[in-house]
């Protein structure tokens, strides 16, 4: 189910390369709907950063996770990520692909909220993902307005007691 809405939100953000409100999150489920398993912050990449990149924080029954793609497939089992926060110094993580290959994900809160801690102050993320010597995804996202998707998606992820 919840990767059958993020495709559906990938081609979505895909369709919409006119869109100018790159800073805008798109916000599916929320902490007030006690009944959804999944609540989940989208944002699209800046249009000058070229193909259009996802990067969404989900909240799933309760687990945390973050992921970066595409709505094409890549034959890449993971990435190697290069960030940088407002221009500053390179950071790196690894990501592994989701099942779909269509995305990168940090799968839980271990790996994914302290990623999500560290940018949530900034207004520009810059992303180089690489497999090996090939980049695969190069983007930059506004981030001046993660914090009202933060709060609605992070903090509350895991305090629930979601059930199935």
């Excluded at 699209?44 to 973050?66: H, Q, V, Y």
Aim: overall charge negative; charged content about 25%; some cysteine.
């Amino acid at each position: 189910m919840a990767l059958a809405a993020l495709a559906l939100t990938i081609a979505a953000a895909n369709a919409q390369t006119g869109s100018t409100a790159s800073a805008e999150w798109e916000i599916h489920g929320g902490p007030h709907q006690t009944e959804t398993l999944i609540t989940m912050g989208v944002l699209r990449s800046k249009p000058e950063s070229g193909e259009r990149t996802i990067f969404a924080m989900a909240c799933i029954m309760d687990t945390l996770s973050l992921w970066i793609g595409r709505d094409r497939i890549f034959n890449a089992d993971a990435a190697e990520v290069t960030y940088r926060i407002d221009g500053g110094p390179p950071h790196s993580v690894s990501m592994p692909a989701r099942e779909n290959k269509r995305t990168f994900e940090l799968p839980d809160a271990d790996t994914a909220k302290p990623f999500l801690d560290q940018i949530v102050g900034g207004q520009t993320l810059d992303v180089v993902m690489r497999d090996k010597d090939t980049v695969l995804i190069e983007a930059s996202f506004d981030i001046s307005r993660m914090r009202e998707a933060y709060d609605i998606v992070v903090q509350p992820c895991g305090k629930q007691d979601v059930q199935p």
